[in-house]
């Protein structure tokens, strides 16, 4: 006896016809939230008093900051703080890098010399290092090139003349920020798997290659973030080079108040400047992240493009 399938002739393989799935309309709504919006407008309206208020208030003298955003005095100072910033995270960097190789090597002299360095620098105020260097003149007069231990000296500068205000803000900044910027690119060095080391010394690469074509290119992804924090932050750091007298932009505003007395209209002129700087060197460090963002994913190709010359030859 041959049983016929429900919804089909005698001896089909067939089954029952089967509609296709019907998509329900969702109708979601979104719950209301009181809280948000009497918040937002409470924030709002806070801005917009704290606006009105600085705007109309007489005491601000806002004639005379505009007067003095375009000083060349003001300018002068912004371009020693530029100079300031840059050239102290330029030895700054170097200064990291070679600590945090130290502090990697194998020796335990230099394990020992990157630790003490970082150890010092960073346990010590850098107002108090700004003040050292700019008053070094009482502890060696002079400085010389000859023969070490109380022997002749060829070549010698007394100490006044050669440590100026600048010289002062410069060696106190790059050294203390080469003690921060060694303890980021260290971490940055060990983020990298330390199989990636082992397989290229194992295809004959000396220590130098290796940091330079393995480590060092994929380390920058995570060294690149906080050493823009460090750059922004230097930037607003040189402000503590008034108490020697640097010529930068915060000495020189108040050189200016204490001539004209307008103490507030002068500290902010000096914070506008410095956050027009703090907000170009955020852009910046926004597209430099995204650069290294995007050249991410082709990294690994990179880095065996620069394993292959090393590779041996097959047999």
């Given amino acids: 006896m041959e049983v016929t399938p429900a919804g089909g002739a005698p001896g089909s393989q067939e089954g029952p016809a089967v509609e296709p799935p019907v998509e329900l309309p969702i109708d979601a709504v979104r719950p209301p939230r009181p809280g948000r919006?009497?918040?937002?407008?409470?924030?709002?309206?806070?801005?917009?008093?704290?606006?009105?208020?600085v705007i109309v208030n007489e005491n601000l003298h806002w004639d005379v900051i505009v007067s003095f955003l375009g000083d060349g005095r003001i300018l002068g100072g912004l371009w020693v703080t530029i100079q300031l910033t840059v050239l102290s995270?330029?030895?700054?960097?170097?200064?990291?890098v070679l600590a945090a190789v130290m502090q990697l090597s194998d020796s335990p002299v230099f394990r020992g010399t990157s630790a003490l360095y970082t150890w010092f620098f960073r346990g010590t105020p850098l107002l108090v290092q700004l003040i050292f260097w700019f008053n070094i003149g009482l502890v060696f007069p002079s400085f010389g090139i000859g023969v070490p231990f109380g022997g002749p000296k060829l070549v010698e500068w007394q100490a006044n003349e050669l440590i100026t205000p600048f010289t002062a803000a410069l060696l106190g900044l790059a050294i203390n920020e080469g003690a921060?910027?060694?303890?980021?690119?260290r971490a940055g060095i060990r983020s990298v798997d330390p199989g990636q080391r082992e397989?290229?010394?194992?295809?004959?690469?000396?220590h130098r290659q290796v940091l330079r074509r393995v480590v060092l290119p994929q380390a920058m992804r995570v060294i690149i973030p906080p050493t823009g924090n460090q750059f922004i932050s230097m930037l607003k750091t040189t402000s503590m080079v008034s108490v020697?007298?640097?010529?930068?932009?915060?000495?020189?505003?108040?050189?200016?108040?204490l001539g004209n007395f307008e103490v507030i209209a002068m500290l902010i002129v000096a914070s506008i400047w410095y956050i027009v700087l703090?907000?170009?060197?955020?852009?910046?460090?926004?597209?430099?992240e995204k650069r290294f963002e995007r050249g991410h994913a082709a990294l690994g190709a990179?880095?065996?493009?620069n394993l292959r010359p090393?590779?041996?030859?097959?047999?």
């Fill in 180 to 185: 921060y910027m060694a303890e980021i690119v």
């Fill in 89 to 96: 995270m330029a030895i700054g960097l170097v200064l990291g």
């Fill in 199 to 206: 397989a290229a010394e194992a295809l004959g690469m000396s």
């Fill in 37 to 53: 919006l009497i918040g937002a407008a409470v924030a709002l309206l806070f801005l917009a008093w704290l606006a009105y208020t």
């Fill in 310 to 315: 090393f590779a041996k030859e097959p047999a």
């Fill in 302 to 305: 990179r880095v065996r493009r």
């Fill in 244 to 257: 020697i007298a640097g010529a930068e932009l915060l000495t020189v505003a108040q050189r200016i108040y």
């Fill in 278 to 288: 703090t907000t170009i060197a955020s852009v910046g460090q926004h597209f430099i």
